[in-house]
């Protein structure tokens, strides 16, 4: 499949049904992910940076980043959809080197720096613009840009804010826009119904489920950093139970290792049922 194609059934996954993204944070995620019938990669920016020893925030170079979405697109089929924060030093250059690694999306924020503050309205929807030309001349103008805003999720703002810079990105080219925080259902129904692309949220624990997300309008649902959370949470566990009861319990359910290691060895060809 080519990329334009990818990122015409990225688009089409998000405009005419549920797009369902558990986020993946390297190779071996994203090809048991992809394996287990998800039908796009996204990644987490806070995943990545933790397997590479950083903490999240923007603190990764672009070829850092760039060299494990290379990775993650190189042992799936299915769309993939780039994580790349705020950019990195140079936004131009960070769209064209993601489309060059094998991704058709990409998530940018409008945060400056972790827990803000955030680009003025103008000012994001001048740099989604910036991406878009920058996807044109890298040779894919269908690059699907999801457009996430931190107003919600670093309390800076209302839900009035977002509205208003879900208007202004949509009208600069994003496909779609991310509001990471934001899970009230009826300020979620407001924003949907004043929205003209779809809304992505992050679900969490406790939080509302698939169905109440979509109730309320919702057309894209990822999980962020939850599913590196919930594996390293396992490492732990398993490294207490062996250290103190002396047991491997918390092992029970692993992948298989010949399943795992043939997921690698074929690329996305294996199948976990």
Do not use: H
């Amino acid at each position: 499949m080519t990329a334009t194609a990818k990122a015409d059934l990225l688009r089409s996954l998000q405009n005419d049904a549920v797009l369902l993204l558990p986020n993946a944070w390297d190779a071996a995620s994203a090809a048991v992910i992809a394996a287990a019938g998800a039908p796009a990669i996204a990644t987490t920016s806070a995943g990545l940076s933790w397997s590479l020893g950083r903490p999240d925030g923007q603190a990764l170079g672009r070829a850092e980043a760039i060299g494990v979405v290379a990775r993650i697109a190189a042992v799936v089929d299915v769309p993939v959809t780039a994580d790349v924060e705020g950019g990195y030093d140079d936004l131009a250059a960070t769209v064209t080197e993601v489309i060059a690694a094998g991704a058709v999306g990409v998530n940018l924020e409008d945060s400056r720096a972790a827990g803000g503050p955030l680009y003025t309205i103008e000012e994001q929807a001048a740099r989604i613009r910036e991406a878009r030309a920058a996807a044109a001349g890298a040779g894919l103008p269908a690059l699907v840009l999801n457009a996430r805003t931190d107003v919600i999720l670093f309390g800076l703002g209302d839900l009035d804010e977002v509205v208003a810079r879900t208007l202004a990105y949509a009208e600069a080219g994003a496909d779609s826009v991310f509001v990471p925080g934001l899970l009230d259902l009826t300020a979620l129904r407001t924003l949907c119904d004043a929205s003209p692309i779809p809304v992505n949220a992050m679900a969490m624990p406790g939080g509302p489920d698939v169905a109440a997300l979509t109730g309320a309008g919702v057309r894209r649902i990822s999980l962020g950093s939850a599913v590196a959370q919930a594996a390293y949470a396992t490492a732990r566990q398993v490294t207490l139970e062996l250290l103190g009861e002396g047991t491997f319990d918390s092992l029970d359910g692993a992948l298989d290792f010949g399943e795992l290691n043939g997921l690698l060895a074929s690329g996305s060809d294996g199948k976990i049922d």
